[in-house]
């Protein structure tokens, strides 16, 4: 089977009680292995919007996105028996996703940061002044998320904009519960120098810091 | 904060603190979030942190991607869809209601459409007239033998070869997509009596069993009449 449709069981990695699929999911998947072409296209026409934001925010690449998108679902209509029931559907198919993304990036389709992020604080010292700003706060937190690996970006993205459960987000990411959990504990980390620019008393912040 | 509760012990404020994400996404069941509620009430440190990250999901909110148009992209995929083999019929199960309270694909037939005008039943009756003197012609001029490589003729009880009446109203590009959908590769132009007859040797589906396929055409709206032709 194709490994992009391996989907991480219950067991040795530590996934447990994730969401199941429910009867929507069933039927779905159930008249897509029929090769009924309507269904198809209904659950395209519903997971399209989310899955080209998704793979655009881990790639940066609105051609590219378009492409994944495609390649992911034309993969739900060739091969449904990859859905064995243990999750919910859409979370199979963000699996699949996240590592087409992951490959095509993994062969540079992202692109990279204009600035080496060793250090993010060194990066947004000289912005400070003017991060009151909500354009400018948007542009920061795009060079923030540039900092972070690919994989902690995921956790990020599918925590805040897709609003999953972190037992879902396992399943995506083929990992354990922990896993995610680790990976967001860093991310947050890495974060830290634009997080101290979204709290309310930053300025008072700061100057502890300084002092 | 009140400072006469005891702090937690540091192993489950860190476990805390590492979950609030999904405290923020309003993901986590019932009883962990109210777990997360009474540790907050007494933890300061934790309440800015769950501040900052509600900030962070604000902002992260704000980002706008510019999506494309569904319905056109997945024009784009269609020309890339192979049509599978239909390996089972549909049957009337409770949930495909639930799929038909969708939009319906703009490229799906119409119930509405399903009204037999009078010159559909003409096309049926002159069908059934057609249909044997088809048959003693085709047994006329098919061979009388078949090599072992003709996998059309090991098929039970029929050659593969199907006749089909269509709709009037149904256009020929969703003819042909129907066509391709189960395999079928027309052998036989319809003449005046709109007559097609197809052969299921082609293609996808020649994978499918003969009469799985009758069934499934039988039920697409715009199919008169399928039957198989028979061989002497």
């Known amino acids: ?211 | 904060m009140n400072t006469l509760q005891p702090h937690p012990p540091k192993h489950v404020h860190e476990d805390i603190l590492t979950r609030l994400p999904w405290l923020v996404n309003g993901s986590l069941e019932a009883e962990e979030r109210v777990h997360l509620e009474a540790h907050l009430e007494d933890c300061e440190s934790c309440r800015q942190e769950l501040s900052v990250l509600r900030a962070l999901a604000e902002n992260l909110g704000r980002r706008s991607v510019s999506v494309p148009d569904s319905h056109a992209a997945f024009d784009r995929l269609k020309a890339r869809m192979n049509p599978r083999p239909v390996m089972a019929t549909r049957n009337a199960s409770p949930g495909m209601d639930r799929t038909r309270s969708k939009p319906r694909p703009r490229w799906a037939f119409r119930r509405s459409q399903r009204h037999i005008p009078l010159a559909m039943a003409a096309t049926v009756l002159m069908a059934v007239l057609i249909a044997p003197l088809l048959t003693q012609w085709n047994a006329l001029t098919e061979p009388g033998f078949h090599t072992l490589s003709d996998r059309v003729s090991l098929l039970p009880g029929a050659r593969g070869d199907l006749r089909l009446v269509f709709d009037p109203k149904l256009a020929p590009p969703a003819i042909d997509r129907l066509l391709r959908e189960v395999g079928a590769e027309v052998i036989g132009a319809p003449g005046e009596g709109g007559i097609y007859t197809v052969r299921l040797s082609r293609g996808a589906g020649a994978q499918a069993d003969p009469s799985a396929v009758m069934a499934y055409l039988r039920q697409q709206e715009g199919v008169v009449l399928v039957e198989v032709v028979t061989t002497q």
């Open chain 1, 1 to 211: 089977m194709d490994s992009e449709l391996t989907l991480i069981m219950d067991g040795d990695a530590g996934i447990s009680a994730n969401a199941l699929c429910d009867d929507q999911d069933q039927h779905w998947i159930a008249r897509i292995r029929e090769g009924n072409a309507a269904a198809f296209e209904a659950l395209y026409l519903e997971l399209h919007p989310r899955l080209y934001g998704f793979i655009y925010r881990m790639t940066r690449d609105h051609g590219l996105a378009e492409d994944l998108v495609n390649e992911t679902l034309l993969l739900v209509w060739e091969k449904p028996e990859g859905f064995n029931g243990q999750s919910k559907l859409s979370t199979w198919i963000f699996g699949i996703a996240y590592r087409k993304a992951l490959k095509a990036i993994a062969k540079g389709a992202r692109a990279s940061a204009a600035v080496p992020l060793d250090d993010l604080s060194e990066v947004l010292t000289d912005r400070k002044v003017s991060a009151t700003r909500e354009v400018e706060l948007e542009n920061l937190l795009s060079v923030a998320l540039d900092s972070l690996s690919d994989e902690q970006r995921a956790v990020i993205e599918l925590t805040f904009t897709e609003g999953l459960a972190y037992r879902d987000i396992a399943v995506i990411l083929g990992c354990p519960e922990n896993t995610v959990k680790t990976r967001m504990f860093h991310a947050r980390r890495k974060l830290e120098p634009y997080l101290v620019l979204l709290r309310p008393d930053r300025d008072e912040y700061r100057h502890e810091e300084m002092t």
